[in-house]
């Protein structure tokens, strides 16, 4: 039985010269839009469009839903950008405005996971059946704990970065992610779970992906339903 424990769920941090080249990137579209160049406005989308969708994916679960919250925050993006006064915080900025918008919406429930159909007996593809598995555990967790867990795990935030973005303090950023951590756990290895079965069967031979990688990949197919 392949049980989840707590230590495998956090994934890998971006190395800070990934985080630094990304910060090089946005920070002259920022500072020329600031300007009144509008023509910085389409690049700085390209670079955080998938950024705002992942997490209003995680929020919401509802594509048109969310590509309407998106079209929202990166209106307000343009409107208000002169407010921002720390072009290299965009990222928790931007990242708060998306939050804002889904809040004011109704709650709505992630789409029906993708079935197994007959995966489970052909070709014993155990990466691919642990990540089915890891989307529906992450399907019953609130949209709360989807949210900060694509933002950590996914996004690679810091804990600062979340606490900025979340507008809570640093320690209970900390307790947010644990009890997120140890929900996902428990839908994880549940009855209905991951843990090496479905359905009573057993999920055939070990992931030959780490968890860390296996993770960030189902957490970016649940944030980005089609």
Known sequence: MLMLREQELAAPRRSTQVMASAEDVLVPLIRRLQDGDVKALEPLIRQTERLGMGLA?????????????????????????????????????????VENRCRRLRRRPLPDPLEDDGLAVSGGNTDLLRRLDLQRAMRLLPEEDRSLLFLREVQSMSYDELAVTLGVPLGTVKSRLAEARRRLLAAWNGPQGAAGTSGGKRRGRPSKMPFASLFQVAMWEVCHVV
């Open 57 to 97: 994916m995680a929020r919401l679960g509802h594509r048109q839903t969310a590509e309407d919250v998106l079209q929202d925050a990166f209106l307000t993006v343009f409107q208000e950008i002169g407010r921002l006064r720390e072009p290299a915080a965009f990222r928790t900025w931007f990242c708060r405005i």
